[in-house]
Nanobody, 122 residues
Framework: QVQLVESGGALVQAGGSLRLSCAAS????????MGWFRQAPGKEREFVAA????????YYPNSVKGRFTISRDNAKNTVYLQMNSLKPEDTAVYYC???????????????WGQGTQVTVSS
């Protein structure tokens, strides 16, 4: 079992940057592919980034490609989401999640964090 705890959410002005962190418990963190998702009020949860177990491969949807960067430090059991050039439409609760499959369907992620709020003001 893996427990995930996100942090780093904040209120930031448009054009600004934030780095989110997701700390994982347990000694098996490096065996999971990791993903970041977000959910804005009244909207469905949206995939924003994924990274393989070793960190060698990443994947982004077009909505964040070039602005967001996912990375991980397996020695620290932590995955990060660096968000640059933030826009008001990036406002959402951001979640990290763990999967044994690369780029699974959302429902196939095994473990989820509780989320951290990111608010981008215009």
């Amino acid at each position: 079992q893996v427990q995930l705890v996100e942090s780093g959410g904040a209120l930031v002005q448009a054009g600004g940057s934030l780095r989110l962190s997701c700390a994982a418990s347990g000694r098996t963190f490096s065996t999971y592919n990791m993903g970041w998702f977000r959910q804005a009020p009244g909207k469905e949860r949206e995939f924003v980034a994924a990274i393989t177990r070793s960190g060698s491969n990443t994947y982004y949807p077009n909505s964040v490609k070039g602005r967001f960067t996912i990375s991980r430090d397996n020695a620290k059991n932590t995955v990060y989401l660096q968000m640059n050039s933030l826009k008001p439409e990036d406002t959402a609760v951001y979640y990290c999640a763990a999967s044994v499959v690369w780029l699974p369907r959302e429902n196939d992620y095994l473990y989820w964090g509780q989320g951290t709020q990111v608010t981008v003001s215009s």
